[in-house]
Every structure is written in structure tokens, then in C-alpha cells.
């Protein structure tokens, strides 16, 4: 009878464990009520699926494109269908449509910051920080962004996601 209760607990621990919160994987929907981006508003219906693997980070979007087919340079890498960031000290290299970006990123517990550089086929250079933290239950991410050109546009928006 006693074996018989310590492995119930034991199967509770490794079910609540294979269920737990793994952190920013997931699905991430934005909510766009309690997002702030005044002078540019967010994509519509932007959808993040964050994946870790180790030293890397790949986040899926998806967006509806906008009218004109033109992302503002605000979301820059943020409207993109996929996007991998390194967590091990080394530059992540991405393509985003004209621009190469390059890009380093941090994980700290519940906050991951990227500092990028992206340049255009034509010189103009776009510098960006992003910051995504998680809350504490795990059900609410919030990105920070801002991002400045060499053209002289420069933005910031706070964008918050609910875990699907």
C-alpha cells in the first residue's frame, strides 16, 4: 500500500512536470487593446510561435500584410515569417526582405533583449533593441521595441501578447 502512494505522487510530480509552462514556447497572440504603439499601429493579427532548442530561438509570424505591402521599419524583423536568434554569445544572421540583419541576444530568466543592425541593399542601416519579458505565470509576454534608421526615423512600441 505504501508503494502505492508514493508512486501516485510520483506520476502527479511527472505529470505536472510534462505540463508545466515551458517558458516563452508557445503560441503568442497579440492583444491589441493593451498594446501601445501610437504612431504606427501593430500588424493585424499578429501571432508569434517561439520555439527554444538549446542555444537558439526561432519565432514563427504570422500577420495579415499590409495594403500598401510595406512593413514599417518599426516592425522590422518583427513581421517576418521566421526569425532565429542565438543565445550563444555568436551573431544571428537573418534575411528580411531587402535587409541583412544581424543580431545578438540575451536570455535571462523571464526576459530575452536582442540588439540588431539591419542594413539595406541600398546603405541605409536600421539599429534595434527588443525586449521580450514574460510575466510571472506565464500567460503574458510583452515586447519593447525600438528602433532608429540613419534616415532619421527612429520608433518604439509596446506590444502584448496572451498565451494560446
Not at 544571428?92 to 540575451?106: E, H, L, R
Amino acid at each position: 500500500m505504501h508503494k502505492g502512494v508514493i508512486l501516485s505522487i510520483l506520476l502527479a510530480v511527472i505529470l505536472a512536470a510534462a505540463s508545466a509552462d515551458r517558458g516563452f514556447d508557445g503560441k503568442w497572440v497579440l492583444d491589441k487593446n493593451t498594446s501601445n504603439a501610437a504612431t504606427t499601429p501593430p500588424p493585424d493579427g499578429l501571432q508569434q510561435r517561439i520555439k527554444t532548442n538549446g542555444n537558439h530561438i526561432v519565432i514563427e509570424s504570422v500577420f495579415k500584410e499590409p495594403a500598401n505591402a510595406i512593413a514599417p521599419l518599426l516592425y522590422l524583423g518583427v513581421m517576418t515569417t521566421t526569425l532565429q536568434l542565438d543565445l550563444d554569445g555568436n551573431d544571428a544572421v537573418n534575411q528580411i526582405g531587402p535587409f541583412m540583419q544581424t543580431s545578438k541576444t540575451t536570455m535571462d530568466g523571464n526576459k530575452i533583449d536582442t540588439d540588431w543592425v539591419a542594413r539595406h541593399t541600398s546603405g541605409e542601416v536600421v539599429n534595434g533593441h527588443w525586449t521580450r519579458t514574460l510575466s510571472g505565470d506565464g500567460k503574458h509576454m510583452t515586447l519593447e521595441i525600438k528602433e532608429s534608421s540613419t534616415q532619421g526615423q527612429s520608433g518604439s512600441a509596446t506590444l502584448n501578447f496572451v498565451k494560446k
